[in-house]
């Protein structure tokens, strides 16, 4: 069989291999970077399924209609990050493997979609170029590029649906099939917005073939007729997508800071020029994908701010190419009229799904994004399919291009090589956030971004100081290599502040404040306000209010930062706390029902709310606030610990053995779940499960005073093993002296285990010492002196603590004994 005629099978078979020899490494990375919020922090996903809510709110979660709101809107997204959350949590591996499928899938569809218009070969070239390319790791391998693949399968099947439906004859068929066409747009654009740019890949597509067949006469009226028809629906689906699309954004676009895009925020002529540069960047990316990063904002790209500007150069022959080739598929005479029409197809399908992140409509939140490469790269991929096809075609009589043939096979062979082995090798780089972003700065090491975020992937807090110290670092980088970014100074604050360095942590506030977008008197805040700026203020208040002698100043701050923007819910959370702990109770209550008002869903909202009702007496309310925000995060952590408290309080034992049970499961504060889980099973008589609740306490802190007792009481009362007790006695009395209860039975355990006379009377006498007068410490002393063999004494004095408590009935049975032993 000749190479060229191969059929579809070992194709499909090749990429599926490929595909998994390629991306088989991604299905052990972790969610990193924007997974976090679009998956682990996303309530929409880890929360109660929710379809109306997923519809409401945003990729991220937020409500569209919020100003804080990202603007993208992907529920049906959202909705397979649920579906995989259902069969495995948050578990990376199955978020992975979906993603790897995807990309096998919209893969194939390359390869089909090729097949229409190339050779076989040329098919199969474009195919797994487009499977092996680089650029595609962000999108496959970075779990929110799902939004990237699933758009790509919906922009692949319309335009293939297209392909067809364009060849029929006007009759009332045609009218079903370009209302299916539209239904499958409006899936693929609710997947991502890019999808909606088939309508212009399609209308471009009909208007070249109707443009070739007039050159050529061939067009009747009946077609035109039709191509008309076809022209004016896909028109109208456009403006009705675009118009709902606007509506339901609310009307405006989002608002991006200066360090997301900052060519958005220049003079003009910088604008022109940086946004043209792009252009070729973005081709570079496509040709020869080396130099790879998952973030290019901030200073990664500096301004192109003068004509002279040498890059100017690079933008000129990237339009001049472009230019060209379009003049030639769409105006030449010469050559294969095939061709001509493979090359314009490849144009649109590298241009037009490009058009919405050129910033050439409205500006984007990023200056260059791997991911958005992922449907232009497939136009990319088709040109290089035609350039094989081309030279097949020049070969054909010319022993000389038969030879060069070869050698361009050779040299798709190898780049399909060098390819598929960087995209493999990237894939360790998503491996944790970590790698991902130490890769990033090799890259681009003027993005104070990357840095920060390197910061952020070691800072936790359960972070060692040298690892705090290290973040600082970071962050101090972040900060020299972009002084003006408040952000970087606000994180160098908190590293601060987790290294006690207070003093020089409220320096690096003031020095975010000074940098931070400065308040116009006059002016109205209420929209389009920086979410960098208000956190400022929400962490500076914060930080003031550690001093109580500052909670004023804190109150301001909060007061302030919720003036510059309706629906703060975060400021109005801080201000109810800041009540709270002036114990103006009515104050704090009133401003977390604010912030219920402004975020009824948040399940922060519903758990502060609901942890103060419980707190003052109001457990029946309270409670069902807080089961409002479980039912919103299953995994509130917060909320499931306040819940179980409450229900214990309440005698709902089972409920809350089960919740603590699920606390634990959730690595959640182990030392308190697994004390109020051990005082429960202590109270059900679950004595030796209380007892293994209690060492786990002490596990993780040895000096546990709750714990340390309990564990002795239980050992020494249920469980009769009272010399295993001594030892937790001694320890909690080495760092509390002073603890009553445990000199009372320490010492009571060093008189009848070890009949040690002289350190159990040590014990009692600090007893008394400790509460004078006190009735058990006195009676342990008059049973010491009785088994030390003072008898006299031991009478003496049992006969005066009868006198002060004559009804107590151990005492009077204590003294019957004494009283019985002397007489016989």
Known sequence: MHFSNVDDFPILALAFILNIAIYHNALDCGLVFDDTAAITNN??????????????????GTPMLKEESHGSYRPFVVITFKINHYLDDLNPYGYHLFNVILHYIVTVLVFFLSKRFLSPLGSAISALLFLSHPVHVEAVTGVVG??????ALFFLVNFLYYLKISQYDFSLKIFLHLLIFNLIVSVGTLCKEVCITVIGVCALYDVFIVWQRFSNSKVHSRQ???????????TLFLITFVYVRVLIMGLKLPVFSKHSNPASYADPLSKILTYSYLVPLNLCLLFWPMHLCCDWSMGSIPLVKQIIDIRNICTLLAFVVIFVVFIFSVLSRKGNPNHRRNIFISLILLIVPFVPSSNLFFPVGFVLAERVLYIPSIGFCFFIGILHDLLSDLERNEIIWKSRKRYFQVFLIAYLTIFANRAYLRNFDWKNEYS???????????????????????????ANNSMRELALFYFQRAAIIQPDDFGAHMNVARSLIALNRSSDAEASYKLALQYAPKLMKGKSYQTRVDAKLLSLYIEYSSFLSKNESRL?????????????????SK?????????????????????????????????????????ILVKHGNKDTGLEYLRKAIERDANHKHAL?????????????DEAMKTLTHLVDLKFEQVSVSFTLGMLRTDLGQHEEALKDYLRVLAVDAAHVGALFNAALLLTNELHRPREAMPLLENLLKSNPNHYKSCLLLGDLLLTEDKNFERAEKLFQKSLSLRPNDLQAEHNLCVLYANRGETQRSFDCLRRLLQKNPNDQNLVNSFNILKQKIAN
């Open 552 to 568: 004023e100043e804190a109150e301001s701050l909060l007061k302030k930062c919720i003036s510059m923007r309706k629906g703060n």
């Open 224 to 234: 035109l007729k039709m191509f008309c028809f076809r022209l004016m629906c896909l």
């Open 43 to 60: 309530p929409d996903v880890t929360g109660k399924f929710n379809l109306t809510q997923i519809f409401l709110n945003d990729f991220w």
């Open 641 to 653: 610990f306040a819940m179980a408290t409450a229900l214990a309080e309440l005698n709902k034992t």
């Open 436 to 462: 991902l972003f130490t890769s990033g700065v090799r890259v681009n090491p003027g993005n104070a971004k990357l840095w920060n975020n390197i910061g952020h992937s070691i800072e936790a807090p359960d």
């Open 146 to 151: 799902r939004a990237e693949l699933l758009s």
């Open 571 to 611: 400021a109005h959370q801080n201000l109810a706390a800041l009540y709270l702990r002036q114990n103006k109770t009515e104050e704090s209550l009133a401003q977390l029902k604010i912030a219920l008002e402004q975020k009824p869903d948040d399940p922060d909202n519903l758990y502060n709310l609901g942890a």
